[in-house]
């Protein structure tokens, strides 16, 4: 894909991906699921799993992701001793909830939208309910808004199965490259599928993961509105992009019988909470 030489000194991911959303409706989907104040109470999620919280924070537009990243460098010790934190990908996104994924593949970057929010934030894996619950708080959103001036957004998914293929190399610089990338997929919930036969079936999937190229990690999750996926982490986009062709995503949307809702993620940092360190 086609850049300039000055955009991909600064960004190795092309800024249509960070926009870019493969399924259509993606903004009224993402934002249902969102929470702009505390986040549910922990006995509303399973007790007995990891819990996923994925934050989006909107960004300055003046802030350089040089320097957004220097500053979550600057965090990563208050995460490492958070209680019940086992890992948490930064993030850096854009999302434009109305593009198409039609957008032709040699279109290196997007004009600047009214409409396209950038954020920075992170995807957090908590060992349980209780943990999430108590880190995402009511101080938490009143923190983001006095240092911020925004609202945060936090989403919280169930995530009974965890595949995790390689747990002592996770840092964006093993991965290939200065940036890491993630995405969360979600797709409807077929009708009568009872919890136990669906985290069965994440379980018995996970020998095709451990198979899949590029693939460091993938968090299996359900949702609070009865949709199941995954979040993922990539070793490089060429990985993901390997990954989500448009032939699976179109064999997804004949399966489940609606699109899958696909969002993209830079990570910069990764970090190991209670089980290790930043790699």
Known sequence: MPSSSSNKAQRPIPALLRRLTLAAGLGAAAHAQ?????VPEPAALAQDV?????????????????????RMKATTAEYQAAPGLLWKYYTLADNAPDLSPLVPTD?????????????????????????????FGPAWFERVRKSRGVEGRVRLFEAPVVLDNTPTRTDPASLGGRYAVATLLTVPMPAGLSRETLIAAFRASTPTYRAVEGLQRKYFIITADGRMG??????????????????????????????????????????????GSTQ
């Open 50 to 70: 990891p819990v996923v919280a994925v934050v989006n924070v909107p960004a300055p537009w003046y802030a350089a992701d040089a320097l957004i990243s220097k």
């Open 107 to 135: 279109v290196a970057r997007m004009p600047a939208r009214a409409d396209t929010e950038r954020t920075f934030g992170g995807i957090y894996l908590w060992k349980d309910a209780r943990a999430a619950g108590n880190w």
């Open 34 to 38: 969102a929470a702009t104040g505390p």
């Open 230 to 275: 995954g979040i993922y982490l990539w070793r490089s986009l060429t990985d993901a992009q390997a990954h989500f062709t448009p032939a699976a995503l179109a064999a997804a949307r004949t399966r489940y019988g609606a699109a899958p809702v696909l969002e993209w993620f830079e990570v910069p940092l990764v970090v190991a909470g209670q089980t």
